[in-house]
């Protein structure tokens, strides 16, 4: 198994590839946070008149790293990455690899998950940091043993590592910026392609990709069959039982199809986690919100 090594300077981690932080602590809500919470979600496209917001359920505001478990790709590259926690915010400089933060506590049944993140270019000047893969998991768990996606031999922080895992998937910004996406994992089983929804009409739109040194408000929606990638307020991709979909085969080929709940069951529960790979992402105010009928 990868072990984590890390060396604590000035709040800045310097973390080895393949490895990984772990710790118990889950933050919750204050008494009455709902009250003052101030940066909350938007209902909106297939929310609207169907549910709405309800109790927030756990923040973090990056004070420590204890409520993420991080996994990092192993390379032979000669940079090192970094994560830095900052006046309530999580600093990852991740360059010529990928990696995976999850959040340790599994969420569960209709919820909302909201954060911000920037993708700057202060330290940009190395060829292999790009802003780029603003991407997330969200109720993703391991098929065979769903909290095995804490497994650092199974999953890797290599990004084809977890095309076994089940769950939804949402990127912003990826191949250099120039592709925005969603997918609904599974993308392979027992080692093998799967037919899995692969949704994809809005890359290269410029307004679909990352603004490099702004900050980017995103938004993960699970209310029974309606799946939603909100961006700064604004739907990207939503899907419900009957939509007209595209599902990507076993052979990579796309082909249109109807979204059916018998074909595609919506997923009720998972952990949720950010994504990214040869970038520096800054992440700040990370909300889990319920959704209550309306």
């Known amino acids: 198994m990868n072990r984590f090594k890390f060396l604590i300077i000035v709040s800045i981690f310097f973390v080895t590839p393949g490895s990984a932080v772990t710790a118990g602590t889950i933050t919750e809500p204050n008494d009455n946070q709902a009250e003052k919470e101030t940066h909350l979600p938007v209902v909106t496209g297939y929310g609207e008149g169907v549910f709405i917001t309800g109790d927030l359920l756990f923040q973090d505001d990056f004070q ?136 994809a009409d809005k890359d290269g739109l410029e307004d679909f990709l990352i603004r490099p040194d702004q900050t980017h408000t995103i938004q993960l929606t699970v209310f029974e069959d309606v799946v939603q990638y909100i961006v700064d307020g604004n739907v990207v991709y939503e899907i419900r039982e009957g939509d007209e979909i595209f599902v990507e085969d076993a052979d990579g080929n796309e082909k249109r199809a109807v979204y059916s709940t018998d074909q595609f069951p919506p997923y009720n529960e998972g952990w949720f986690g950010f994504r990214m790979v040869r970038t520096h992402h800054i992440y700040s105010n990370f909300r889990v919100y319920r959704l209550e009928p309306q």
């Open 64 to 199: 420590h790293l204890n409520n993420w478990h991080i996994q990092i790709q192993e390379t032979d590259h000669e940079s090192n990455p970094e994560l830095k926690i900052s006046e309530g915010k999580l600093d990852v400089f991740m360059p010529a690899r990928g990696a995976t933060i999850w959040f340790r506590h599994k969420l569960e049944g209709p919820v909302t998950i909201l954060y911000d993140v920037m993708a700057p270019t202060n330290r940009t000047e190395h060829p292999w940091v790009v802003p780029r893969d603003i991407n997330t998991f969200w109720h993703a768990s391991d098929p065979e043993d769903p909290a095995d996606i804490f497994n650092d031999d199974r999953y890797t922080g290599a990004f084809s590592s977890y095309h076994k895992q089940v769950g939804y998937y949402a990127s912003t910004g990826g191949r250099d910026n120039t592709t925005t996406r969603f997918r609904r994992y599974p993308r392979m089983k027992n080692g093998e392609p799967v037919d899995h929804i692969s949704l």
